[in-house]
């Protein structure tokens, strides 16, 4: 196993561990903003209109999301089309909209041990970025990242949001290589999704670790990738392979 130049990572459940989402909760803590509802609509009814478009546009589909749908459809396209259609008016920007629903929605925490597992590869000299298939503007996720890793010094975010590629396109993974000026042998990408993360990682040729500590997903052991449950494991596999 040779060690990176720099480690990519996933965001959600790999960084930071999210709660259940909630998006009545998330169009409730919205609503509360709202300078006009021209038909008193609940969060709970506006939410289900939400699901309706999503399921139109297959955008949250979790059958098509990762393996057809390689394209994002972003919030500041989504979210003006939700509300003024029904007659909402919020006046706030699209990046404040996202913030206040993300919050309220899906609150997250660091994944266990992930803070120290950063700064034990600063101290190592190993760079750290991040690609995530996640339709909140970019600089609202950075925000997010930052304001529970105030430690963390990634050298990008990068989102499907800003960049239009979902995982496992490798058209986002080869946008982070280029800003990385690295070759794929030099740089593993961590990822909880087999689907998106793993086999797009293998695709670019980029190592993939596959994360399986934050939430239970479908799993299937594969020799061939090396697979983690927390962050202590890692960082003694890369010690064990700078010391042999």
């Avoid at 970025?129 to 970019?138: D, E, F, H, W």
């Avoid at 960049?163 to 990408?189: C, S």
């Amino acid at each position: 196993m040779k060690l990176p130049k720099m480690i990519l990572f996933d965001y959600g459940q790999t960084l930071i561990k999210e709660k259940k989402f909630d998006g009545v909760k998330g169009t409730q803590a919205v609503l509360a903003y709202a300078t006009r509802n021209k038909y008193n609509l609940t969060a709970k009814q506006i939410q289900e209109r939400a699901e309706e478009i999503n399921q139109e546009l297959g955008r949250f589909d979790p059958k098509k999301r990762h393996l057809l749908r390689q394209i994002e459809i972003p919030n500041t396209m989504f979210t003006p089309y939700l509300y003024e259609s029904q007659g909402i008016e919020v006046p706030l920007s699209i990046e404040e909209i996202d913030k206040i629903f993300w919050d309220a929605a899906s609150p997250g925490v660091p994944t266990d041990g992930v803070e120290e597992f950063l700064d034990f590869l600063k101290e190592s000299g190993i760079r750290t970025g991040v690609i995530s298939n996640i339709a909140y503007g970019q600089q609202v996720v950075a925000n997010r990242i930052y304001d529970l890793l105030p430690k963390s010094e990634f050298e990008f975010i990068l989102t499907s949001s800003q960049y239009i590629f979902r995982k496992p396109h490798r058209r986002i993974f080869d946008l982070a290589l280029e800003k990385a000026e690295l070759k794929a042998e030099d740089v593993w990408y961590i990822g909880d999704q087999y689907e998106c993360d793993i086999k797009g990682a293998l695709a670019v040729g980029i190592m993939p670790i596959w994360y399986i500590g934050a939430i239970d997903l479908p799993y299937v052991e594969d020799a061939n990738i090396l697979t983690i449950q927390n962050w202590k494991e890692l960082k003694e596999k890369m010690n064990y392979e700078r010391i042999k």
